[in-house]
């Protein structure tokens, strides 16, 4: 592995976002349907303003009713109407450029306790995400010996 790669070579460039202004429903949406577990939130001009993690989601999904009754999950809906990106996205968040290092991504996660950097642009503007996830197929992106018992 070459920790000195550039994150350009392994970012994910087809990025789901959402807007400040779209309601929590648009994300529930979202995270039902795609297999992704972080969502970055963009303004108009594409620059990135906020995230929402798939564990933020899920803390505050269960966090509005106790019981998985239909009645609960009813009212969980409506809320979901109501409460708009904005108030439940985390703002303050970390940023790297495209030509910025694996190993500077992986001091990140080192560092922190999000799993997700978003890939912007001089402006600010989203062009990717890296995720840990991306670290480790790029990390083991060759066969790993896995020892069998016969070894």
Known sequence: MNKYAKLKEIMTEQVITVKPSDTMTKVDEIFKMHP???L????????????????DYFKM?????????AKSEAYNE??????????VMTKQVATLHPDD?????????????????????EHKRLLGIVT???LLNYAFKEDVYLPTKEN
């Open 40 to 55: 970055p939130v963009v303004n108009d001009e594409s620059k990135v303003v906020g995230i929402i993690s798939k564990s």
């Open 132 to 134: 840990t996830y991306d």
């Open 78 to 87: 409506a809320l979901f109407h109501s409460i708009l990106v904005e108030d």
């Open 101 to 121: 290092t694996v190993a500077t991504a992986a001091d990140y996660f080192r560092e922190n306790l999000f799993h997700a950097i978003p890939i912007v642009d």
């Open 61 to 69: 999904q269960h966090g509005l009713t106790l019981f998985h009754t």
């Open 36 to 38: 992704i577990h972080h």
